[in-house]
């Protein structure tokens, strides 16, 4: 099992932007689609961004035209570039795999988007 270690999370007001990471120390993610998911409290966990081995990106409709997933040049880390941030965009979140040739990884604890009015 690898595990996963999200960070770049923070506290922005409307309108700005994050830049959210997700790494698993000592591997890359060159063979992995990866996934970020987010779960605002009292909501179901959802899926906000899919980057996929094939290379297709997607995005669920609410960050479509914000959010921009990608690979670092090393393959070894994958973002979530965040513009334009709202409230309704506060959650946790959380990266794995979506498709590929990967190990399980272990799901990391998170890193917490807060956005205020």
């Known amino acids: 099992q690898v595990q996963l270690v999200e960070s770049g999370g923070g506290s922005v007001q409307a309108g700005g932007s994050l830049r959210l990471s997700c790494t698993a120390p000592?591997?890359?993610?060159?063979?992995?689609?990866m996934v970020w998911y987010r779960h605002a409290a009292g909501k179901p966990r959802e899926w906000v961004s899919i980057?996929?081995?094939?290379?297709?990106?997607m995005y669920t409709d609410s960050v479509k035209g914000r959010f921009t997933i990608s690979k670092g040049k090393a393959e070894d880390t994958v973002y979530l570039q965040m513009n334009s941030l709202k409230v309704e965009d506060t959650a946790m979140y959380s990266c794995?795999?979506?498709?590929?040739?990967?190990?399980?990884?272990?799901w990391g604890q998170g890193t917490q988007v807060t956005v205020s009015a």
């Open positions: 794995n795999q979506y498709d590929g040739r990967c190990p399980e990884f272990v």
């Open positions: 000592g591997f890359t993610f060159n063979s992995c689609g």
């Open positions: 980057l996929s081995t094939d290379g297709r990106r």
